[in-house]
């Protein structure tokens, strides 16, 4: 039987028989989705009572029973392994390795238990050809090429596999929605189905998405609401490594990365990022670098940030930026005009962190702001010097977080010198090669070779 839909605002809540770009309530652009018409007889009658509420305290605690997938980059952003019954989602841009990683992934959990394999984009040979060569071949793994979501469930609840991996959500449908895959409704319904599943049953379920132009997980943001976990996969296509962020855990922290290495047997982990982002420095006397100590999660990660600035041949200084936020970028060079006389008004400026690592803390500003400084002097930046420090509107230098672990990594790497603000909590204030400033301008001369 047809089901019937009707589109609704998710700002106003207006109701329209078909879809419109604008809300004719509220003026909202967008914000119509497409919903199914609840049948007369679909909910409770009143005064029904359920199960009555409760203490938390007399809530039974039951233990976190994790498993993992062995492949130590994905349990660290999981959180430390698998929760069963949870739902994650997984997302990035075509061709960057979901798929690969979710392969390998189920190759290795088949070796302990049997996965679920299903694809709504390739044949059960192709994906043959892609286990083959990445040495993915296990009987406990097993392949469903299926799109239509109450087929999915049938096989789920005869087989009960501890672990169903769907590639992808988009390519899923739900007989009876009369809107094609992909489309808002048949995402998030297909979404509700398979989350309804994995509470009730305790299977696992990962989903994989794909991105929009944007850069946006596609499909309702409902989608990222309704998931347990939210992993993105990003990088540059033409770099050889991959980042898996997390962006939403539920059992776990957000601020954890996972980092590999694109071969041609798979992803591979990466024991060591900070060498893997650093082998390509050759040249460290040249102006414009400066190394910076990042934080992401408990992981440290010693990236160099390179800055060019020349003076403009147009009307408009250009500004771009690659790997840091573009505002603070600007931001910093508006702090170094007015708070140290360095008159960049009237030059082109071009900040990029090396190997496409994207940098979003505070802890960033400093190394930004020495690499703009050394190419605007043409002084090179000392190459034994790491930075990591927040830059004020008024110039002053403000502490970060987990400073200790950012000197050990930049010592460990053979760095001798580690700049950052006075005010941070360092254990062993004495220890040797650990330099601090109060202002911006106390620090560029530090880190400056004059």
């Avoid at 094609?180 to 995402?187: D, I, K, R």
């Avoid at 041609?264 to 990466?270: I, Y």
Wanted: one cysteine or more; glycine letters at 10%; proline letters at 6%.
């Amino acid at each position: 039987m047809r089901v019937k839909t009707h589109y609704c605002c998710q700002e106003c809540g207006h109701q329209s028989t078909r879809w419109l770009g604008r809300c004719p309530g509220c003026g909202v652009w967008n914000s119509l989705v497409e919903e199914i018409n609840q049948p007369p007889g679909t909910f409770a009658p009143a005064g029904t009572v359920g199960e009555p509420p409760r203490p938390v305290t007399e809530v039974p605690a039951l233990a976190e029973d994790r498993f993992p997938t062995e492949i130590a980059e994905l349990d660290r952003v999981l959180g430390g392994g698998i929760v069963p019954g949870s739902l994650i989602l997984v997302g990035g841009d075509p061709g960057i390795g979901k798929s690969t990683l979710m392969l390998q992934a189920a190759h290795l959990l088949s070796r302990r238990l049997q996965v679920l394999y299903v694809s709504g984009e390739e044949s059960a040979r192709q994906i043959r050809i892609r286990a083959d060569r990445l040495g993915a071949l296990s009987r406990g793994l097993l392949l469903l090429c299926e799109t239509d979501i109450d087929a999915v469930e049938g096989h789920l609840r005869q087989l009960t596999p501890p672990v169903v991996i769907i590639d992808s959500i988009q390519t899923m449908f739900k007989a009876g929605i009369p809107s094609a895959p992909g489309s808002v409704g048949q995402v998030r319904e297909c979404a509700a189905q398979l989350m309804r599943l994995a509470k009730t049953t305790g299977i696992s379920i990962f989903l994989v998405g794909h991105v929009t132009k944007e850069g946006t997980l596609a499909g309702p943001r409902v989608l990222e609401h309704m998931v347990d976990t939210v992993l993105y996969m990003e990088g540059d296509r033409h770099q050889f490594f991959r980042i898996l962020r997390g962006m939403k855990n539920r059992f776990g922290s957000t601020h954890e990365i996972g980092i590999f290495e694109m071969s041609g047997k798979g992803l591979v982990e990466v024991a060591n990022p900070s060498a893997l982002f650093l082998i390509q420095r050759a040249q460290t006397d040249v102006p414009g670098s400066a190394v910076v100590a990042g934080l992401e999660g408990t992981r440290p990660l010693l990236v160099e940030i390179q800055a060019l600035v020349s003076p403009t041949g147009y009307g408009v200084p250009r500004r771009m930026t690659a790997g840091v936020d573009y505002n603070r970028v600007a931001l910093i060079a508006a702090v170094l005009e007015k708070r140290v006389g360095l008159n960049l008004g009237s030059q082109d400026l071009y900040v990029n962190a090396v190997g496409g690592v994207k940098l979003d803390e505070p802890a960033v500003d400093l190394a930004i702001a020495c690499a703009l400084a050394s190419s605007f002097r043409d002084v090179p930046v000392d190459p034994a010097l790491v930075c990591a420090g927040e830059i004020g509107l008024t110039g002053e230098l403000r502490p970060v977080t987990g400073v200790e672990k950012r000197i050990k990594e930049a010592f460990k790497m053979g760095f001798s010198r580690f700049l950052t603000a006075a005010q941070s909590a360092i254990p062993d204030q004495e220890q040797p090669g650990i330099i601090t400033a109060d202002t911006l301008a106390g620090a560029l001369e530090l880190a400056l070779k004059v």
